[in-house]
T-cell receptor, first 113, second 111 residues
Framework: NAGVTQTPKFQVLKTGQSMTLQCAQDMNHNSMYWYRQDPGMGLRLIYYSASEGTTDKGEVPNGYNVSRLNKREFSLRLESAAPSQTSVYFC????????????FGSGTRLTVV | RKEVEQDPGPFNVPEGATVAFNCTYSNSASQSFFWYRQDCRKEPKLLMSVYSSGNEDGRFTAQLNRASQYISLLIRDSKLSDSATYLCAVSLYSSASKIIFGSGTRLSIRP
């Protein structure tokens, strides 16, 4: 029972490096999301995809890009990592609409030095 | 003003106690409400959705007060395993399913 799978679980980057965080869900959900969680800030929405083929900015999109590769996969790319992007990143998916809430992946802990 | 606000706590209560915490939201057009539980260094997990009439799931009761724009969570007969951070979450139904989370309330149950 995989649910939402995120890779990698941990990553250390140097300032200016790029990387892609991967997310895949096996629940046939339409909507997928990327959040970051910082101490005292709660979860903040970076980007979301309401359905396959669409993506939209959330609250904190600067410095990130996303790709909804297919219904299952939604990736987050950092083109030029900065120390301010040190955070825990969570991918989530939902049935569509908000009534059922989200299912989250286990997170990626990213440190940018 | 934050869109969703919670008292960060920590709430430190003895096992068996009843504890309640509130969460306020700023947008009166909000349509969907949730409580999530997050254990240390883990992902949030849906605890319960909150319905207009209030709802109960075992020892947990959630209430919605639209007039005052807050939701509440009551935990009865608290267990050590209830120690976690509780995240309030709110969504505008028409806003493409985006959920806005509060910063969370830390709860610690002591023996």
């Amino acid at each position: 029972n995989a649910g939402v799978t995120q890779t990698p679980k941990f990553q250390v980057l140097k300032t200016g490096q790029s990387m892609t965080l991967q997310c895949a869900q096996d629940m046939n959900h339409n909507s997928m999301y990327w959040y970051r969680q910082d101490p005292g800030m709660g979860l903040r929405l970076i980007y979301y995809s309401a359905s396959e083929g669409t993506t939209d900015k959330g609250e904190v999109p600067n410095g990130y890009n996303v790709s909804r590769l297919n219904k299952r996969e939604f990736s987050l790319r950092l083109e030029s990592a900065a120390p301010s992007q040190t955070s825990v990143y969570f991918c989530a998916s939902s049935e569509g609409g908000t009534v059922y809430g989200y299912t989250f992946g286990s997170g990626t802990r990213l440190t940018v030095v | 003003r934050k869109e969703v606000e919670q008292d960060p706590g920590p709430f430190n209560v003895p096992e068996g106690a009843t504890v309640a915490f509130n969460c306020t939201y700023s947008n009166s057009a909000s349509q969907s409400f949730f409580w999530y539980r997050q254990d240390c260094r883990k992902e949030p997990k849906l605890l319960m959705s909150v319905y207009s009439s209030g709802n109960e799931d075992g020892r947990f009761t959630a209430q919605l007060n639209r007039a005052s724009q807050y939701i509440s969570l009551l935990i009865r007969d608290s267990k050590l395993s209830d120690s976690a951070t509780y995240l309030c979450a709110v969504s505008l139904y028409s806003s493409a399913s985006k959920i806005i989370f509060g910063s969370g309330t830390r709860l610690s149950i002591r023996p």
